[in-house]
């Protein structure tokens, strides 16, 4: 089979199970969901011939695992299948419909109007470094990780003559950590979208509480910055100001400026507005709410601007050119999905839970909360990226009952997953930084963030455990 037929086998299943998914979610058609469960099994199948088993073998390891447990427990192999290959299907019309966000994105230069626009309030290192810690949060809720190459190349060409290990660590410690505090908060993040579905939290308190956290975490790398940067003897400020000197006197109208900010700003708070407020109105799942909510965001954009004509060309690329190549987070999802389906049906939570009650009793300083960040980030030095643990430790918790507020355990999950985003050099986002800067792994993560992460576990836990004990 060549190449071309595989590719287009693989995105004829990710769309047909897109579509399904929507369909079945508001009308139960057995015959539909028969046909979903066939496409499912499409979509790891073709990803399999597409990427090769050896690329492949994260997700073929969780969904064999799967096939095992049903084949040795005493249940239908057939109905396990079937349960294992739906047990996602959230999270795939998720993952198909939020790399679409980023087509609204790249219509107008908002990247260079902002930074022509705040250069007032970002002429100084702290001011432009807290800038883009904040910037990163706000980007990442339209590109996801890919925020972190796209701004790193956007600050490498505002830093343009500004070279060495030094501005190398300013500019990928600021991106790298305002991306692992938008998984906090972020809601079109699908980890963090999961995590609340899965535990049944309020999504506005979830949201707030994380985006407090963030704020805190922010500051805390502000009052970090001069300790860490102290060695290198380097004056951040004044090349910051030469740079943007430079910038400004090739700015373009101020007034189209001012209205690509506007824009951008409208674009912002009704993409977030409209997925929070449709969330408090309309009872649906979360995972189903928020890529509908987006498809008639993008559809309407378009509408307003009158370029339907432009929507079409850039969704048909897409699905030609790059759904296949975006298929193996989903490929994940299917496998994680059949393994975290097939668990259920042993005694795997109750033993989890069980050995956390037991190291409690012998350390009943510590409780649950303490440990479970501590579940996300190994599994992330495992090289499981932080959407994949969320998925599993989140589909273990939701079979256990646990005396905290979920919110509290949304808090506690997430901050493992942001400290794994700091630290873990095997994946994605200290992998993309690392090829855009070419510092070693080891040196973006644990050597400049090793500290921070330490620190930023102690003040979060240090809250979770203080509204725990005002919650009992």
């Given at each position: 089979m060549s190449k071309q037929f595989i590719s287009r086998a693989?995105?004829?299943?990710?769309?047909?199970?897109?579509?399904?998914?929507?369909?079945?979610?508001?009308?139960?058609?057995?015959?539909?969901?028969?046909?979903?469960?066939?496409?499912g099994f499409g979509i790891i199948l073709f990803g399999a011939v597409y990427y090769g088993p050896l690329h492949l073998k994260m997700p073929l390891g969780l969904f064999l695992t799967g096939v095992i447990i049903f084949l040795s427990v005493d249940a239908s192999?057939?109905?396990?299948?079937?349960?294992?290959?739906?047990?996602?299907?959230?999270?795939?019309?998720?993952?198909?419909?939020?790399?679409?966000?980023?087509?609204?994105?790249?219509?107008?230069a908002f990247l260079e109007s902002a930074i022509s626009y705040a250069h007032g309030f970002v002429n100084t290192s702290k001011k432009f470094y807290f800038g883009m810690i904040s910037f990163t949060q706000i980007i990442a809720y339209f590109l996801l990780f890919g925020a972190i190459p796209m701004l790193y190349q956007f600050v490498s060409m505002i830093l343009k003559d500004e070279k060495g290990e030094a501005w190398e660590r300013y500019k990928g410690t600021a991106i790298l950590r305002g991306f692992a505090l938008s998984v906090l908060w972020v809601v079109s993040i699908p980890s963090f979208a999961y995590v609340v579905e899965a535990m049944d939290a309020s999504l506005w308190k979830s949201i707030v509480q994380g985006l407090g956290v963030s704020a805190a975490g922010s500051i805390l790398a502000i009052l970090f910055f001069p300790l860490e940067n102290k060695k290198y003897n380097v004056n951040f400020t004044r090349g910051l100001r030469h740079e943007i000197d430079g910038i400004m006197q090739h700015t373009k109208n101020k007034q189209e400026t001012k209205r690509v900010i506007r824009e951008f700003v409208i674009l912002f708070v009704s993409l977030f507005g409209s997925i929070f407020i449709l969330s408090a109105l309309i009872n649906m799942e979360l995972l189903v709410l928020i890529p509908l909510t987006i498809l008639v965001w993008i559809l309407s954009y378009y509408v307003v601007k009158k370029r339907l004509y432009k929507l079409t060309h850039i969704a048909t690329l897409y699905v030609k050119e790059e759904m296949a190549g975006k298929s193996y987070q989903l490929c994940v999802m299917i496998g994680a999905g059949m393994l975290i389906a097939g668990l259920t049906k042993t005694g795997f939570a109750g033993w989890v839970v069980d050995?956390?009650?037991a190291l409690e009793a012998v350390a009943p300083?510590?409780?649950?909360?303490?440990?479970?960040?501590?579940?996300?980030?190994?599994?992330?030095?495992?090289?499981l990226g932080p959407l994949t643990v969320m998925v599993l430790v989140a589909g273990i918790l939701q079979s256990i009952h646990l005396p905290y507020p979920p919110e509290l355990i949304v808090l506690a999950v997430t901050l493992g997953s942001s400290i794994s985003i700091l630290l873990s050099p095997v994946i994605m986002p200290i992998i993309v930084l690392s090829g855009s800067n070419g510092l070693s792994g080891f040196k973006n993560g644990f050597q400049f963030n090793g500290i921070f992460a330490v620190v930023l576990y102690m003040i979060v836990m240090t809250y979770i455990q203080v509204m725990t004990y005002v919650a009992s």
């Amino acid at each position: 089979m060549s190449k071309q037929f595989i590719s287009r086998a693989l995105a004829t299943c990710i769309i047909g199970f897109t579509i399904i998914h929507f369909i079945t979610y508001f009308f139960h058609i057995d015959i539909l969901l028969t046909l979903l469960v066939f496409f499912g099994f499409g979509i790891i199948l073709f990803g399999a011939v597409y990427y090769g088993p050896l690329h492949l073998k994260m997700p073929l390891g969780l969904f064999l695992t799967g096939v095992i447990i049903f084949l040795s427990v005493d249940a239908s192999f057939t109905a396990g299948m079937r349960e294992g290959l739906l047990q996602m299907r959230n999270m795939v019309g998720l993952l198909v419909v939020i790399p679409m966000v980023s087509w609204v994105l790249r219509e107008e230069a908002f990247l260079e109007s902002a930074i022509s626009y705040a250069h007032g309030f970002v002429n100084t290192s702290k001011k432009f470094y807290f800038g883009m810690i904040s910037f990163t949060q706000i980007i990442a809720y339209f590109l996801l990780f890919g925020a972190i190459p796209m701004l790193y190349q956007f600050v490498s060409m505002i830093l343009k003559d500004e070279k060495g290990e030094a501005w190398e660590r300013y500019k990928g410690t600021a991106i790298l950590r305002g991306f692992a505090l938008s998984v906090l908060w972020v809601v079109s993040i699908p980890s963090f979208a999961y995590v609340v579905e899965a535990m049944d939290a309020s999504l506005w308190k979830s949201i707030v509480q994380g985006l407090g956290v963030s704020a805190a975490g922010s500051i805390l790398a502000i009052l970090f910055f001069p300790l860490e940067n102290k060695k290198y003897n380097v004056n951040f400020t004044r090349g910051l100001r030469h740079e943007i000197d430079g910038i400004m006197q090739h700015t373009k109208n101020k007034q189209e400026t001012k209205r690509v900010i506007r824009e951008f700003v409208i674009l912002f708070v009704s993409l977030f507005g409209s997925i929070f407020i449709l969330s408090a109105l309309i009872n649906m799942e979360l995972l189903v709410l928020i890529p509908l909510t987006i498809l008639v965001w993008i559809l309407s954009y378009y509408v307003v601007k009158k370029r339907l004509y432009k929507l079409t060309h850039i969704a048909t690329l897409y699905v030609k050119e790059e759904m296949a190549g975006k298929s193996y987070q989903l490929c994940v999802m299917i496998g994680a999905g059949m393994l975290i389906a097939g668990l259920t049906k042993t005694g795997f939570a109750g033993w989890v839970v069980d050995s956390l009650y037991a190291l409690e009793a012998v350390a009943p300083f510590i409780n649950l909360l303490y440990l479970l960040p501590f579940m996300v980030i190994i599994l992330g030095f495992a090289g499981l990226g932080p959407l994949t643990v969320m998925v599993l430790v989140a589909g273990i918790l939701q079979s256990i009952h646990l005396p905290y507020p979920p919110e509290l355990i949304v808090l506690a999950v997430t901050l493992g997953s942001s400290i794994s985003i700091l630290l873990s050099p095997v994946i994605m986002p200290i992998i993309v930084l690392s090829g855009s800067n070419g510092l070693s792994g080891f040196k973006n993560g644990f050597q400049f963030n090793g500290i921070f992460a330490v620190v930023l576990y102690m003040i979060v836990m240090t809250y979770i455990q203080v509204m725990t004990y005002v919650a009992s």
